[in-house]
């Protein structure tokens, strides 16, 4: 497994750098990781991530270590970028957490492994537009109101 994480994308190559410039906003910061990611598993090295994710399907002990050593760090790397966009009013609150710093890589992954699609800028678009950017916008409190009712 060193040996694996040695050659693998860090998380600054999947786009999942800690801190971004103050003149970056959140919205392009996720543009950002979207598009390093996608540009990460439709590489070797993301075909070498598919192989050992399926593998772990079946290997417990397999997929905790790839969690602890591959995903946990990236994951964090996303949950302070999303921390960030809280802060500076970008994120609505609650949208900072591991639930949904999981949710762009997931997406992703799955367009790539089970639906065998290129992740282009137009795909990468569709994606941050309809999925991802509405799950973490600020929302208008009327909205909020309707959905706590339903």
Do not use: N, W
Request: aromatic fraction near 2%; include cysteine.
């Amino acid at each position: 497994m060193d040996a694996l994480i040695a050659v693998l994308p860090t998380p600054a190559e999947c786009g999942a750098e800690i801190e971004f410039d103050d003149s970056i906003t959140t919205v392009e910061a996720l543009y950002r990781v979207a598009r390093a990611i996608g540009e990460v598993i439709s590489s070797p090295s993301g075909d070498v991530v598919r192989v050992i994710k399926c593998e772990a399907a079946g290997d417990p002990e397999m997929a905790k270590l790839i969690d602890e050593r591959f995903q946990a760090p990236r994951r964090a790397a996303m949950l302070a970028l999303l921390r960030r966009g809280v802060a500076r009013g970008e994120v609505r609150p609650g949208a900072d957490t591991q639930l949904v710093a999981d949710v762009l890589p997931a997406i992703l992954m799955h367009r790539v492994i089970m639906q065998r699609e290129r992740l282009g800028e137009r795909e990468i678009r569709e994606i941050m537009e309809q999925v991802f950017i509405p799950l973490v916008e600020v929302r208008d409190a009327p909205l909020e109101r309707a959905a706590a009712t339903l």
